[in-house]
Nanobody
């Protein structure tokens, strides 16, 4: 029984920062790749950033230089640090993990990020 619980979303002004957290339970976080996705109303869900089990990171072009993905395996937690936020970053942000061997995946419930003045 795997569960991902996200937190850290909210309302922020353009140029501001938020840090999202994703806490996994029921499985060993360290043997999963982690990704953050986002979905704005009426749009497809899109990949924001990934961090592999070995720590290698990748970012979508639209967040490169502004967002940082990280993980703390001892806390079973993934993070997305979001800086220099723009109104177009407004979306529901979802945590996603994938088992490195079985490729089984799990989704978090999503957390709302709203960037507005």
């Amino acid at each position: 029984q795997v569960q991902l619980v996200e937190s850290g979303g909210g309302l922020v002004q353009p140029g501001g920062s938020l840090r999202l957290s994703c806490v996994a339970s029921g499985t060993l976080f360290s043997i999963h790749h982690v990704a953050w996705y986002r979905q704005a109303p009426g749009k497809q869900r899109e990949l924001v950033a990934t961090i592999r089990s070995n720590g290698k990171t990748n970012y979508a072009d639209f967040v490169k230089g502004r967002f940082t993905i990280s993980r703390d395996n001892a806390k079973n937690t993934g993070y997305l640090q979001m800086d220099s936020l723009k109104p177009e970053d407004t979306a529901v942000y979802y945590c996603h993990i994938e088992h490195i061997v079985t490729q089984r995946t799990y989704w978090g419930q999503g957390t709302q990020v709203t960037v507005s003045s």
